[in-house]
């Protein structure tokens, strides 16, 4: 986990009625709470665990339109804008920085595919540049591979996953949100195919509507109510240096990403290599899932993990509706995979074999939820009104996550979206549509 998350403290009362129950205090649905509570609506923001506890705190937190899937770039020209107003919005530093991202390669595959996303970036006015070789190199020198050339996407940027959530949640609240840690929600209460309340281990809040922003448990917490959401997830490792010599804000090249803190420190991690654990969940939507299984066998590590056994993916949380399992499980917090620990200080350690200070200080693990095509779900539930779906980020949720709750607050109020919200509906994995699977 990230020992240096900012924690902020829950509100006492939990209220009775609201317009809206948030479930999930990530970025998507603490963005959400938000998005809501300056729209003049009543928001409770619920978690399970503290604020960020899952995904939104292991992330390495890049914001980036670069390289992103066509039908990921409205949310993204949304997100990115959302990020630069947050500060002056909230009057507080939620540590968005613009940096700009540099890749190198040594795959002429993967350069042609960094090459011909060229017509995206110019649909959507993007600034980005290609590289030579010989400047790649200038920001990533060439020890371990040759690079062929690389990429400077101007505009793009990181965020600080220690301080993101809690800040923007402290936003929120300004705005009138209430929030609520150790409070999971246990399911929904609903009459005549309608949401009417959520159940919580406090009591119930009466609601008008519901956002389901559970991140890797939000298939879960939907499945009791007969809503079939394909969602699976896959463990990252990650690591944070001490501070150290400064090698350039963010990079990325096939032995490993980097990430600089403003505290001089890196997040240091390898961009797609995950380990994928058998589990009744990833059983259960094999078939689905299978597409993108194939397309990216090569980075991922195949075994068998405790998620068989508990968290979302697990025989219990598959086989049984238990309402107490999210507040059995408040933290998913896995270890990080020692093999690919290793791998991430060789390689980093080869690339400048004079670095001066490159000391590990601690890794953690973290469950990403995806979903078939990954690219998330942003979409109300047919045959259950007032339920929104906002998960299955797949990798890519954290500088997404503004531009997604702006469009699931949207949904969940009816009001008119402010981008097209049909690739992200949930019945495109039961209607019949041809699923493709998307840029991580
Ligand atoms: C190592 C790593 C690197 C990454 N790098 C990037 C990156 O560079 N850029 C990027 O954009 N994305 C990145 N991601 C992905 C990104 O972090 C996620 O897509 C994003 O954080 C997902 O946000 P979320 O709000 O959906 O989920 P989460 O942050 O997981 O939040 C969901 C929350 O819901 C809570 N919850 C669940 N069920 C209940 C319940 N019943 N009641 C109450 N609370 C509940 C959970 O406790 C959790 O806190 C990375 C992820 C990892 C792990």
Redesign the pocket.
């Known amino acids: 986990m990230n020992p240096a998350i900012k924690r902020i403290a829950s509100d006492e009362k939990l209220p009775e009625a609201v317009d809206v129950v948030v479930?999930?205090?990530?970025?998507?649905?603490t963005c959400s709470a938000y998005v809501l509570a300056k729209r003049g609506l009543s928001v409770a923001l619920?978690?399970?665990?503290y604020l960020?506890?899952?995904?939104?705190s292991?992330?390495?937190?890049?914001?980036r339109k670069q390289n992103r899937d066509r039908r990921e770039m409205p949310l993204a020209m949304l997100s990115m804008d959302m990020w630069d107003a947050f500060a002056g919005e909230i009057g507080k530093d939620v540590g968005f920085r613009r940096t700009g991202l540099i890749y190198a390669t040594d795959n002429e595959k993967e350069l042609a595919g960094w090459a011909s996303w060229r017509s995206v970036a110019e649909e959507f006015n993007v600034d980005t540049h290609m590289l030579t070789a010989a400047q790649a190199a200038e920001f990533i020198p060439e020890n371990r591979r040759q690079w062929v050339g690389g990429l400077h996407s101007v505009a793009d940027g990181r965020g600080a996953p220690e301080i993101a959530v809690p800040t923007i949640a402290e936003g929120a609240r300004a705005l009138g949100a209430t929030i609520h840690q150790e409070?999971?929600?246990?399911g929904l209460d609903i009459a005549n195919g309608r949401v009417i309340g959520v159940e919580t281990e406090r009591g119930l809040i009466r609601c008008d509507a519901v956002v389901c922003?559970?991140?890797?448990?939000a298939s879960r917490?939907v499945k009791p109510h007969g809503v079939v959401f394909p969602q699976a997830s896959v463990r990252?490792t990650?690591m944070r240096t001490r501070p150290m010599e400064n090698l350039g804000e963010v990079l990325y090249c096939p032995d490993f990403a980097m990430t600089r803190r403003d505290d001089g420190s890196y997040t240091v991690?390898i961009s797609g290599r995950a380990t994928l654990e058998v589990t009744p969940q990833g059983i259960r939507y094999f078939r689905q899932f299978l597409p993108q299984f194939i397309q990216r066998l090569k980075a991922v590590q195949l075994t068998a993990g405790k998620s068989f056994f508990t968290g979302p993916d697990s025989l219990g949380s598959v086989m049984t509706n238990d309402p107490l399992i999210?507040e059995k499980n408040r933290?998913?917090d896995p270890d990080p995979n020692p093999r690919l620990m290793k791998e991430m200080v060789r390689n980093v350690s080869e690339t400048w074999p004079d670095l001066a200070g490159f000391e590990i200080d601690h890794a953690w693990g973290?469950f990403?939820?995806c979903t078939p095509d990954a690219i998330p779900v942003i979409s109300k539930v047919d045959k259950l009104g007032g339920l929104v779906i906002a998960?299955g980020?797949?990798?890519?949720?954290?500088?997404?996550?503004p531009g997604i709750a702006a469009l699931a607050g949207e949904l969940a109020t009816n009001e008119q979206p402010s981008v097209d919200a049909t690739p992200f509906r949930l019945q495109r994995f039961g209607d019949g549509s041809s699923i493709e699977v998307g840029a991580i």
């Open positions: 479930v999930g205090g990530g970025i998507i649905g619920l978690e399970k665990g960020g506890c899952e995904q939104s292991r992330t390495w937190g890049w914001c409070c999971a929600a246990r922003a559970g991140g890797a448990w917490f990252q990650a991690a999210f933290v998913l973290a990403v939820d998960a980020s797949s990798g890519h949720g954290f500088g997404l996550g």
